[in-house]
T-cell receptor, first 111, second 112 residues
Framework: AQRVTQPEKLLSVFKGAPVELKCNYS??????LFWYVQYSRQRLQLLLR??SRESIKGFTADLNKGETSFHLKKPFAQEEDSAMYYC?????????????FGTGTRLKVLA | SQTIHQWPATLVQPVGSPLSLECTVE??????LYWYRQAAGRGLQLLFY??????ISSEVPQNLSASRPQDRQFILSSKKLLLSDSGFYLC???????????FGPGTRLTVT
């Protein structure tokens, strides 16, 4: 069965420290993975997608098919990074794309 | 530009009462539409998705149902609410074959 696992409910780091939000997936097909973010009082929005291999707001994520992981990383955390982060797997089924989200990790960046 | 609306923003309903949450999308046609529930400790759970008018797929057996009476309208309903239906309900759309989902502002439902 397809599944996305985010093992940490809460991650607290100090400003300037490195951040790694973990995401593991279970899927027999070719995975398409995304990170979504929800800042306080804002809508859930796309942060980055693995296929673009881009860096957004200093965040990067590399798809590791061997470890079935898509961890989100940032070398130096900022206070404005505090938010809820969701990892998502997109798959094609029954004529449409469907997303499976992880349970989310709340990142708190401390001053 | 495309926008997505959800109504109402908050709702308090007694157990056993009916429910109707509305989601509408503007500025696009034939979107894929999704209903999610965001519950504490459980993250984002896909409830229903729709690829066209009258086409609804259900992801989990539950007390809820969904309908798509118009191309850009997606409704989440219940005949009798349960306490466990409390949560934050998010509607999202995606432009078919492309990658991103766009989320609405959500509806906070409290069943008392």
């Amino acid at each position: 069965a397809q599944r996305v696992t985010q093992p940490e409910k809460l991650l607290s780091v100090f400003k300037g420290a490195p951040v790694e939000l973990k995401c593991n997936y279970s899927y027999s097909g070719s995975p398409e993975l995304f990170w979504y973010v929800q800042y306080s009082r804002q809508r859930l929005q796309l942060l980055l997608r693995h296929i673009s291999r881009e860096s957004i707001k200093g965040f990067t994520a590399d798809l590791n098919k061997g470890e079935t992981s898509f961890h989100l990383k940032k070398p130096f955390a900022q206070e404005e990074d505090s938010a809820m982060y969701y990892c998502a797997l997109r798959l094609w089924t029954s004529g449409t794309y469907k997303y499976i989200f992880g349970t989310g990790t709340r990142l708190k960046v401390l001053a | 530009s495309q926008t997505i609306h959800q109504w109402p923003a908050t709702l308090v309903q007694p157990v056993g009462s009916p429910l109707s949450l509305e989601c509408t999308v503007e500025g696009t046609s034939n979107p894929n539409l999704y209903w999610y529930r965001q519950a504490a400790g459980r993250g984002l759970q896909l409830l229903f998705y729709s690829v066209g008018i009258g086409q609804i797929s259900s992801e989990v057996p539950q007390n809820l149902s969904a309908s798509r009476p118009q191309d850009r309208q997606f409704i989440l309903s219940s005949k009798k609410l349960l306490l466990s239906d409390s949560g934050f309900y998010l509607c999202a759309w995606s432009p078919g074959q492309l990658y991103e989902q766009y989320f609405g502002p959500g509806t906070r439902l409290t069943v008392t």
